[in-house]
């Protein structure tokens, strides 16, 4: 026991002080911070017109639990994606980056210290939708909350590995609102967060349970109405942790620490 407390417990005080420091250099891009808080909030809503048009009772669907599920892939989005999308590119051309790796810190450390504050904004902001969303939509309590959270966890992991594979191929702050476009729209479009994915036709809602997000997106919805079979959550969890693994591994091979010139 003692000697798990020697490995672990340095970590966990390099891990909370860099923590500490990106949440403070995180709150003083207010760009970052207002599309982090706001959009994830008001994007939901923007979407009820279009929701009221669907044949949800066809699909076993109601307007609060699609508006919820549509208010947590937001957060995913916007909360940890984008942010981190940006404050990777940020530190490594400000060269925080490379002062950190001549530390004691591994990489690892770095990258997720960095993603910390990113990330537990975006799991508080997704448990208080959701709470937002049964209260004043109706939408019930969730029917198998398990599945819920194996959505949120995973949906928040692989937002922030996919941010740091996307901030290797961006080269500065500015083009990083547009390196993150391709993973935002194919997500809202086709990973069930401004559509949901039982409205698509069946060939390409096949296509589109396999972007990186969907099986987050299927989890979180399904912890609220506890549809999936047992044997459609074990595949839905598979495909999740595949890409986890795909992502963790790109951004081993591919992440730069340096500025690029």
Not at 18 to 45: H, I, K, Q
Not at 68 to 87: K, Q
Not at 214 to 240: D, K, N, Y
Request: glycine share 8%; hydrophobic share 55%.
């Amino acid at each position: 026991m003692s000697g798990g407390t020697v490995t672990w417990a340095p970590a966990g005080r390099r891990l909370r002080a860099l923590a500490r420091a990106e949440l403070t250099l995180l709150g003083r891009n207010r760009g970052v911070v207002f599309v982090a808080l706001v959009v994830p909030l008001s994007l939901p809503f923007s979407v009820r017109p279009a929701i009221d048009q669907l044949d949800l009772k066809k699909e076993g669907l109601t307007a609060g639990a699609v508006m919820m599920t549509a208010a947590v892939g937001f957060s995913f989005l916007f909360a940890v994606y984008t942010s981190l999308v940006n404050a990777y590119v940020a530190r490594r051309e400000e060269l925080v980056l490379k002062r950190l790796r001549t530390g004691e810190l591994s990489d690892a450390e770095i990258l997720t210290g960095t993603a910390l504050p990113a990330v537990v904004l975006g799991l508080t902001q997704a448990l208080l939708l959701c709470a937002g969303c049964a209260v004043l939509l109706h939408a019930g309590v969730p029917k198998a909350p398990y599945l819920m959270l194996l959505g949120l966890v995973s949906g928040l992991v692989l937002s922030a590995a996919l941010a740091a594979l996307t901030a290797s191929f961006t080269r500065t702050t500015e083009s990083s609102q547009v390196t993150a476009v391709p993973v935002v729209f194919l997500s809202m479009m086709g990973s069930g967060i401004a559509i949901p994915a039982e409205v698509l036709p069946d060939r390409i809602a096949s296509v589109c349970e396999l972007l990186p997000l969907s099986p987050a997106i299927r989890l979180v919805s399904a912890g609220w109405s506890g549809r999936l079979s047992a044997q459609e959550v074990l595949m839905t969890v598979a495909t999740a942790l595949a890409w986890t693994v795909v992502a963790v591994f790109a951004v081993r091979r591919w992440f730069r620490w340096e500025p690029r010139r």
